[in-house]
């Protein structure tokens, strides 16, 4: 398959932003969630959607909704394990994930982590992106093993399967192509680059 198939996980609870689905708050002309589609339709497809509960209030986007695929909300790795399977029943061999709270992604992203090599993790101003990545699917057996043994952090799991980092700068006077709105504050002060 040439069409690299990308998942946004947006599977989190939200509890710093009061809960309920940050994706969907107002950003621009949408929402959050459709910022992040239309940043990475030009780079990848098809596209998806990480999320657990009512699949329907995703309707607007046009996407495929994804629940995690294990119960009792484990965090982001169920939703890395819900993008390896879909798109291994697509037939292909890597997945692009990203997460659900940045809509400043870079245009190039899929490209540099696609030379890098999978599995490659983003990283800016020094610090990793973990769900910012590329994923070869024959990760999913493992990934499905180590949660169900407890692991939950992203970053551990990268390293285990030697994960590249690729360094993508920011852009001078712009902000981090990966700053999370994770809170009201994030949201409010990231307004200004829109």
């Known amino acids: 398959m040439d069409q690299l198939p990308a998942v946004i996980v947006a599977g989190g ?9 940050k ?13 992040i589609r239309d940043r990475l339709a030009p780079q990848a497809g098809p596209l998806a ?10 309707a607007s986007l046009g996407l495929p909704v994804l629940p995690d695929p294990v119960p009792g909300h484990p965090g982001p790795l169920a939703g890395l394990l819900a993008a390896m399977d879909w798109a291994a029943a697509l037939g292909a061999p890597h997945v692009l994930t990203v997460p659900g709270d940045a809509p400043f992604l870079p245009a190039d992203l899929a490209a540099r982590l ?3 090599g999978a599995p490659a993790l983003a990283a800016s101003g020094g610090r990793a992106h973990p769900i910012a990545a590329l994923w070869p699917v024959t990760l999913a057996d493992p990934l499905r093993r180590d949660l169900a043994q407890g692991l939950r952090r992203v970053e551990s799991f990268a390293q285990a399967h ?33």
Do not use: H, Q
């Open 23 to 35: 994706g969907l708050l107002p950003w621009g002309d949408g929402t959050i969630l459709s910022a």
């Open 114 to 116: 696609r030379a890098a």
């Open 49 to 58: 959607i990480n999320a657990n509960g009512d699949p329907a209030r995703f």
């Open 162 to 194: 030697a994960a590249r980092v690729v360094n993508i700068p920011i852009p001078p006077g712009g902000p981090d192509p990966f700053l999370n709105l994770n809170t009201p504050e994030d949201l409010a002060a990231a307004a200004r680059w829109l």
């Open 13 to 21: 609870l939200a509890r710093r932003m009061g809960g309920g689905d």
